[in-house]
């Protein structure tokens, strides 16, 4: 039998389970479907060794509930994995999520007809809702390369994305460790100091800035609680969702003096901020290179090779324009004897054989294979869904020039479906935890519109869409961002992804006063129908 509910909310993420809980509190009859056996998300499935948040914690929580943030307790400035994993399972059974949920629900189809959705699972279960939210992340649809002669090795495969949920003994194990973004440089150091021998395989050099993380003491911690409800205030419209900013003048206005103390301050401060130390930064080439070469100095500075250190510097793209990442000891990781660095641009990767990894210069044994190879970022679990619309539209070929959406939370063509971090938002330039509070918001406070005025359906209109689309691509036009031609955020990484920068670089306040305006101006740029039946009679289907 098909189980029929106001909402059908997809992930147990930091955003489905917010979803869940934004639908319960407002009345509506949810049923939450999640892959994966327990909440999490991210946070679920990538518990390799070193995983951490590259925000700082007290950032990286939700801010919709004052008792809640009052009441958990982060032990150190950047959280573990099972930190995070621990508070998001607090917070389901503290809202009592888990009831509307079903674990190891794979969804592999959506279609809406006469109004509702249909969406199937992998098991050939079918629910049926009058709205699908996909808190489907924009980091979760996991990127397995195809490379020649993968499946004849015969050692452990492991990915950093769907690591096992018990750890992998690698002692006296030789290591091949292939992609260097971020989960491959946290990963690393953890690895090198396990393993018998570790080789990394670089494709594209990343910048990395070291995370100079360290617990917090109970004053601190008592500090922070006490000053929750002004630094949300300052983050609730803050360009990235923190409550930090730029330095006060742009790079190329400072004496070099000072502008070296600026970068000193952001490079002991860690991890992602150091990519916006002035606000020029990301607009001006003149003003990043003054940042770029000083991280490129302290690489230099940390890396005893200087032929290890050249490789570590990225000759592709200005500093921040591609995810800065964070990392525990990643540079100094390669001054120890057992780790060996592999630049796959000088000797690619020829095939993988049943005992290592042989590139066009040399064969690399090996026991164990990690893949840190990322993600189809931002659209990739949303296609893998691939919804049909009811003029029998796919999302597959409604974005196949690219991503088309209207606030990157609203597809045309397919009427009441929500993409929670969808391309066209912010999201993944910004603090992903507030910016799903904001889209969550924003889209169950349309739906309880839509059911006070009986409205049957919610869609953007296509022009409206176009025009978001195309201030997306305007803001980013105005940055350095699509310089870095092997992003992520371009979509790079996947072999035949339409090439088109996704997220919104307009920053995390500003989108969030669009999100607004649109609100407050009667959801101008969508179309409210009432087709078939009422809400209350179509909830009865
Ligand atoms: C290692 C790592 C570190 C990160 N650190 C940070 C950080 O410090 N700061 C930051 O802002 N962001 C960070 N991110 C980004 C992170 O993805 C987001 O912050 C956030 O966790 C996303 O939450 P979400 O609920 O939107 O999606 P997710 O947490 O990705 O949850 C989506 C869920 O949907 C499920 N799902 C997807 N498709 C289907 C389907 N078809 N059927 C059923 N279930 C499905 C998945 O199994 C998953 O559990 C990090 C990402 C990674 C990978």
Request: aromatic share 10%; proline share 6%; net charge negative.
């Given at each position: 039998?098909?189980?029929?509910?106001?909402?059908?909310?997809?992930?147990?993420g930091?955003?489905?389970?917010?979803?869940?809980?934004?639908?319960?509190?407002?009345?509506?009859?949810?049923?939450?479907?999640?892959?994966?056996?327990?909440?999490?998300?991210?946070?679920?499935?990538?518990?390799?060794?070193?995983?951490?948040?590259?925000?700082?914690?007290?950032?990286?929580?939700?801010?919709?509930?004052e008792?809640?943030?009052?009441?958990?307790?982060?032990?150190e400035?950047?959280?573990?994995?099972?930190?995070?994993?621990?508070?998001?399972?607090?917070?389901?059974?503290?809202?009592?999520?888990?009831?509307?949920?079903?674990?190891?629900?794979?969804?592999?189809g959506?279609?809406?007809?006469?109004?509702?959705?249909?969406?199937?699972?992998?098991?050939?279960?079918?629910?049926?809702?009058?709205?699908?939210?996909?808190?489907?992340?924009?980091?979760?649809?996991?990127?397995?390369?195809?490379?020649?002669?993968?499946?004849?090795?015969?050692?452990?495969?492991?990915?950093?994305?769907?690591?096992?949920?018990?750890?992998?003994?690698l002692?006296?194990?030789?290591?091949?460790?292939?992609g260097?973004?971020?989960?491959?440089?946290?990963?690393?150091?953890?690895?090198?100091?396990?393993?018998?021998?570790?080789?990394?395989?670089?494709?594209?050099?990343?910048y990395?800035?070291?995370?100079?993380?360290?617990?917090?003491?109970?004053?601190?911690?008592?500090?922070?609680?006490?000053?929750?409800?002004?630094?949300?205030?300052?983050?609730?419209?803050?360009?990235?969702?923190?409550?930090?900013?730029?330095?006060?003048?742009?790079?190329?206005?400072?004496?070099?003096?000072?502008?070296?103390?600026?970068?000193?301050?952001?490079?002991?401060?860690?991890?992602?901020?150091?990519?916006?130390?002035?606000?020029?930064?990301?607009?001006?080439?003149?003003?990043?290179?003054?940042?770029?070469?000083?991280?490129?100095e302290?690489?230099?500075?940390?890396?005893?090779?200087?032929?290890?250190?050249?490789?570590?510097?990225?000759?592709?793209?200005?500093?921040?324009?591609?995810?800065?990442?964070?990392?525990?000891?990643?540079?100094?990781?390669?001054?120890?004897?057992?780790?060996?660095?592999?630049?796959?641009?000088?000797?690619?990767?020829?095939?993988?054989?049943?005992?290592?990894?042989?590139?066009?210069?040399?064969t690399?044994?090996?026991?164990?294979?990690?893949?840190?190879?990322?993600?189809?970022?931002?659209?990739?679990?949303?296609?893998?869904?691939?919804?049909?619309?009811?003029?029998?539209?796919?999302?597959?070929?409604?974005?196949?020039?690219?991503?088309?959406?209207?606030?990157?939370?609203?597809?045309?063509?397919?009427?009441?479906?929500?993409?929670?971090?969808?391309?066209?938002?912010?999201?993944?330039?910004?603090?992903?935890?507030?910016?799903?509070?904001?889209?969550?918001?924003?889209?169950?406070?349309?739906?309880?519109?839509?059911?006070?005025?009986?409205?049957?359906?919610?869609?953007?209109?296509?022009?409206?869409?176009?025009?978001?689309?195309?201030?997306?691509?305007?803001?980013?036009?105005?940055t350095?961002?699509?310089?870095?031609?092997?992003?992520?955020?371009?979509?790079?990484?996947?072999?035949?992804?339409?090439?088109?920068?996704?997220?919104?670089?307009?920053?995390?306040?500003?989108?969030?006063?669009?999100?607004?305006?649109?609100?407050?101006?009667?959801?101008?740029?969508?179309?409210?129908?009432?087709?078939?039946?009422?809400?209350?009679?179509?909830?009865?289907?």
């Amino acid at each position: 039998m098909t189980e029929a509910t106001d909402v059908i909310v997809v992930g147990a993420g930091f955003a489905g389970l917010y979803a869940v809980h934004r639908c319960a509190s407002a009345g509506l009859s949810v049923t939450a479907l999640e892959a994966a056996p327990d909440v999490g998300g991210t946070w679920y499935w990538n518990r390799y060794p070193g995983a951490r948040c590259d925000v700082e914690s007290v950032d990286y929580s939700y801010s919709f509930d004052e008792a809640l943030q009052q009441s958990w307790t982060w032990s150190e400035r950047f959280a573990t994995q099972p930190e995070i994993q621990a508070y998001l399972r607090h917070v389901a059974d503290r809202f009592d999520l888990r009831r509307h949920y079903r674990f190891g629900a794979d969804v592999v189809g959506a279609t809406f007809d006469r109004g509702r959705w249909q969406v199937r699972t992998a098991a050939g279960q079918s629910y049926t809702a009058q709205f699908l939210l996909c808190a489907t992340g924009c980091l979760s649809a996991v990127n397995r390369p195809d490379i020649c002669g993968i499946d004849d090795f015969a050692g452990d495969v492991y990915f950093t994305a769907a690591w096992p949920r018990e750890d992998p003994d690698l002692h006296g194990k030789r290591v091949a460790l292939i992609g260097t973004g971020s989960s491959g440089i946290q990963v690393a150091p953890i690895i090198a100091a396990r393993a018998e021998k570790l080789v990394v395989f670089q494709r594209s050099a990343n910048y990395s800035i070291p995370m100079p993380n360290r617990p917090w003491s109970p004053e601190e911690q008592q500090q922070i609680r006490e000053q929750y409800p002004e630094r949300r205030r300052i983050s609730a419209y803050a360009p990235a969702g923190t409550p930090h900013g730029t330095y006060h003048k742009n790079a190329v206005d400072a004496e070099p003096q000072e502008r070296a103390a600026a970068l000193w301050q952001r490079w002991r401060q860690g991890g992602v901020l150091f990519g916006k130390t002035f606000p020029d930064q990301n607009i001006d080439l003149a003003a990043n290179d003054i940042a770029r070469e000083f991280a490129e100095e302290r690489i230099r500075e940390i890396v005893t090779d200087a032929v290890v250190a050249t490789d570590l510097i990225p000759l592709d793209h200005p500093i921040g324009t591609k995810r800065i990442c964070t990392d525990s000891g990643y540079y100094a990781t390669f001054n120890r004897d057992n780790v060996a660095l592999v630049n796959l641009r000088r000797e690619p990767i020829e095939t993988i054989t049943a005992h290592g990894v042989r590139t066009s210069d040399a064969t690399y044994p090996c026991d164990v294979l990690i893949f840190a190879t990322g993600f189809d970022a931002m659209t990739g679990a949303l296609t893998r869904i691939d919804p049909i619309g009811p003029g029998r539209e796919r999302l597959r070929d409604i974005w196949v020039n690219g991503p088309l959406t209207f606030l990157g939370l609203m597809v045309p063509g397919l009427p009441n479906l929500f993409t929670i971090s969808g391309p066209g938002s912010p999201s993944v330039l910004a603090n992903m935890v507030l910016h799903a509070e904001v889209q969550v918001d924003w889209a169950i406070n349309l739906v309880q519109t839509a059911r006070r005025l009986g409205v049957t359906e919610v869609e953007p209109r296509r022009d409206a869409a176009r025009a978001w689309t195309d201030h997306v691509a305007h803001a980013a036009e105005q940055t350095l961002f699509p310089k870095a031609a092997s992003s992520w955020y371009l979509g790079a990484n996947i072999e035949g992804k339409k090439r088109v920068f996704m997220p919104y670089t307009g920053g995390f306040g500003n989108y969030r006063r669009q999100c607004d305006e649109v609100a407050q101006d009667d959801y101008a740029g969508l179309v409210l129908t009432t087709r078939y039946e009422s809400p209350q009679e179509l909830s009865r289907r």
